[in-house]
């Protein structure tokens, strides 16, 4: 029988959904099939409360690929961007603060607060990490080159590679720390300031169950200054309308090239005949046919759950196996009466402090003993929290004076102490304690709370798909990055069995709100076509 389709693609994440638009413009039949009633993933905007529309998982975005942009024509189709500034705000206990954002003069104001000498130094730091990012950045929408292979076309791409390298000159020592190490020592090396210091630490531990202390940090401290927002580099914004709004947009660029996408439609088991994929049966039992299958799903997802572990070879399958999805992160989606007044920036109403990432972490010590209790099982006593209010700048999102707070915190271990409680009981003292916090620096802040949701890693895990609640389908490590995502041989997007491709943040370059895997999978299954 012939099917109606080149390609399926299974689940309709942002990555997904950017391969299928892809794949749809260039020609292809291509049907996408998502679990939840959704599109988007982990990139999506839900009215949580009536009137309150909140971006369920991502918050942020700096990292979306300008060229997908561009080459999918998505403003067109209602994607927009607001820049933030100031784009960070850290509301210290001692009554102190520091704002810091794109607006260089305010930073440098705001920084010398605390030291003069870290003002000077920050424009410079900023500046070796741009030279970093101009070296790594375009590898990220190139499929890596596999050590491995002696074929021409490879060889010529890790030579290009090396060139490259050769080219950071006398900053490739510290892109080689930078790939691998921790954060605090370089923090600690160029700044002095604890304040600064924390600011900066806390994006290199999101996501990640670690803290900057430990190697590996650095990186995605890193991947957190690569991307632009309205083309000005390093800038993180809200898209407008949620970050669903992003994920709709890609999905009506899709729509418009004739891709199909079927919302509340899980696939149960990929087809696989004669070494090759033959398409997926779904889990009400309709089976769908095609010659490709494309998944944005988890490497463990994909080979653990979806398939029979006959059709796929045994060292591969004992290697998926012991993947890392560590992960300790726990999102709280918050509807809030009115924006919290802080008591070091007093004032009602909504002002520059509200604009960016509100940091509450006094300082690093802080970090480690959150993760001590959590390395044990335990919910941190005192999590770190990044929250952010993007009603602050978007009407679109809550009633009137009203807002939605996104708090990303850390840690809440995915596997919890025997001794610990119940999930949902965790999940309640957690969120208070979250709650308690926050009222610690605004006074307002508890009574202002008209709701919220509790989205545990167990919890990311059974709505997303995010094997062990993990956000970027799988650590962030040097281990698990470039060719040896999410396994070494197999970084190219192609899998054990013929026809089947993975497409999310799996594969390289891995978790956030990039699109480039998605983008790099589809060049890979047309280029096999
Ligand atoms: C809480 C949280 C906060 C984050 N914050 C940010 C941020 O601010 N900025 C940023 O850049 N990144 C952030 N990230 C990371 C980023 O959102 C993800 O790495 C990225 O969105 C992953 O996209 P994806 O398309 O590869 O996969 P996913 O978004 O995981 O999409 C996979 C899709 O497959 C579907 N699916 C699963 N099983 C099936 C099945 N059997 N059949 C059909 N469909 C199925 C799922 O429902 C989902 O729609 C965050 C992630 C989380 C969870």
């Given amino acids: 029988m012939k099917s109606r389709y080149d390609a399926i693609v299974i689940g309709a994440g942002h990555n997904g959904l950017v391969a299928a638009a892809y794949l749809a413009r260039a020609g292809r039949k291509v049907l996408v099939l998502e679990r939840r009633p959704l599109v988007g993933g982990c990139v999506v905007t839900e009215e949580t409360w009536p009137g309150f529309r909140v971006s369920t998982a991502s918050y942020v975005n700096s990292l979306f690929r300008p060229e997908i942009i561009r080459d999918l024509d998505l403003a067109r189709h209602g994607f927009a961007m607001i820049p933030r500034s100031p784009s960070s705000f850290t509301p210290l206990p001692d009554g102190r603060s520091l704002l810091m954002g794109p607006d260089k003069a305010l930073t440098h104001r705001e920084v010398?607060?605390?030291?003069?000498?870290?003002?000077?130094?920050?424009?410079?730091?900023?500046?070796?990490?741009?030279?970093?990012?101009?070296?790594?950045?375009?590898?990220?929408?190139?499929?890596?080159?596999?050590?491995?292979?002696?074929?021409?076309?490879?060889?010529?791409?890790?030579?290009k590679l090396a060139w490259q390298f050769r080219g950071l000159g006398a900053d490739a020592r510290a892109a080689v720390e930078i790939l691998t190490g921790a954060a605090n020592p370089i923090l600690d090396r160029w700044f002095e300031s604890e304040a600064l210091k924390t600011t900066l630490s806390t994006d290199a531990i999101i996501g990640a169950f670690a803290t900057p202390s430990m190697?590996?940090?650095?990186?995605?401290?890193?991947?957190?200054?690569?991307?632009?927002?309205?083309?000005?580099?390093?800038?993180?914004?809200y898209v407008r309308g949620g970050m669903g709004a992003l994920s709709e947009a890609i999905a009506a660029a899709a729509r418009e090239r004739g891709a199909?996408?079927?919302?509340?439609?899980?696939?149960?088991?990929i087809l696989v005949e004669g070494g090759r994929a033959a398409g997926v049966v779904l889990a009400n039992g309709d089976?769908?046919?095609?010659?490709?299958?494309?998944?944005?799903?988890?490497?463990?997802?994909?080979?653990?759950?979806?398939?029979?572990?006959?059709d796929l070879p045994p060292a591969f399958l004992e290697s998926v196996t012991h993947l890392d999805y560590a992960s300790a992160s726990c999102k709280?989606?918050?509807?809030?009466?009115?924006?919290?007044?802080?008591?070091?920036?007093?004032?009602?109403?909504?002002?520059?402090?509200?604009?960016?990432?509100?940091?509450?972490?006094?300082?690093?010590?802080?970090?480690?003993?959150?993760?001590?209790?959590?390395?044990?099982g335990f919910i941190s006593e005192h999590p770190v929290i990044e929250a952010t209010m993007p009603s602050a700048l978007d009407d679109t999102l809550?009633?009137?004076?009203?807002h939605v707070m996104s708090m990303f915190t850390q840690y809440f271990p995915y596997q919890l102490a025997a001794a610990a409680g119940t999930l949902e009981d965790n999940k309640r003292r957690y969120a208070e304690r979250c709650i308690d916090i926050m009222t610690d620096y605004a006074p307002n802040f508890r009574r202002s709370v008209l709701g919220y949701q509790v989205l545990s890693p167990a919890d990311l895990e059974s709505t997303f798909g995010l094997t062990g609640g993990n956000i970027m389908q799988g650590t962030m490590s040097l281990s698990s990055l470039s060719f040896m995502r999410p396994l070494p041989g197999y970084a190219d997007y192609r899998t054990p069995v013929a026809g089947l491709y993975l497409c999310g943040a799996a594969t390289h370059p891995g978790g956030g709100v990039m699109g480039a895997c998605g983008y790099n999978a589809a060049r890979e299954i047309l280029a096999d076509a």
């Fill in 112 to 159: 010398a607060k605390f030291s003069t000498r870290d003002a000077d130094s920050l424009p410079r730091f900023e500046a070796m990490l741009e030279r970093i990012a101009a070296f790594i950045e375009p590898t990220l929408v190139e499929t890596p080159p596999d050590p491995w292979s002696w074929s021409p076309r490879n060889l010529t791409r890790l030579a």
């Fill in 215 to 237: 190697p590996g940090t650095a990186y995605v401290l890193f991947h957190h200054v690569m991307g632009e927002c309205d083309g000005v580099r390093g800038v993180w914004g």
């Fill in 260 to 269: 199909e996408i079927e919302v509340n439609a899980a696939v149960a088991r």
């Fill in 287 to 310: 089976e769908v046919r095609a010659p490709r299958v494309v998944s944005n799903l988890d490497a463990q997802q994909t080979f653990l759950r979806l398939m029979d572990a006959a």
């Fill in 332 to 376: 709280i989606n918050l509807a809030l009466s009115e924006a919290p007044a802080f008591t070091c920036l007093p004032g009602r109403g909504v002002g520059p402090q509200h604009h960016g990432t509100i940091h509450i972490c006094p300082d690093r010590t802080y970090i480690e003993r959150a993760y001590d209790c959590a390395k044990y």
């Fill in 398 to 402: 809550a009633p009137r004076g009203q």
